[in-house]
């Protein structure tokens, strides 16, 4: 699967013990993602510290020239080879999906595909925020030292 993915990371913010590491917007553009804009975590994160995040636009992917859209969960936006509301999975990921982590951590899939996030829906959101969503549920289970550099992929 390759296309153009294009992404806007906005409001990233880790709360850690009252203190929040704020991430600028960022856009995720280009050919062929498969690695994305990286962040150093400038003070140490827990598992049970909590990630709030907005993200918006589609990301475009191409299989067998069928061009199709997906919002951040990896929810289809715009239908090609898929169904519009359907998904595509990847392993245990869904193509078109973000993705946070590292090559030692692994990486993450951000957003679930489900009914809130538009799976099953004709008219999907491109727009997907978390809120205060502890690091261990996204599966983040050892804290994150200073100095860790994390990167976003698609």
């Known amino acids: ?20 590491i704020t991430i600028p ?6 050919t062929d993602v498969f690695s994305g804009p990286t962040f150093t975590l400038t003070s140490a994160v827990q598992p049970t510290d909590v990630l709030t995040l907005t993200a918006s636009g589609q990301v475009f992917l191409q299989t067998a020239g ?37 090559s030692t951590l692994g990486f993450v899939q951000l957003f679930p595909a489900n009914a809130a996030n538009g799976l099953g829906s004709a008219t999907p959101p491109s727009s997907l925020t978390l809120s205060s969503v502890t690091l261990n549920s996204l599966g983040f289970i050892s804290a994150l030292p200073s100095g860790t550099v994390l990167q976003f992929r698609i």
């Open 1 to 20: 699967m390759y296309g153009i993915a294009t992404a806007l990371l906005s409001i990233l913010a880790f709360t850690a013990r009252a203190a929040t």
């Open 25 to 30: 917007s960022t856009t995720v553009l280009g």
């Open 66 to 102: 069928t061009a199709y859209g997906t919002n951040p969960a990896g929810v289809v936006t715009t239908a090609g080879t898929t169904s519009v509301g359907g998904t595509s999975l990847n392993g245990t990921t869904n193509f078109g999906s973000l993705l946070l982590g590292n």
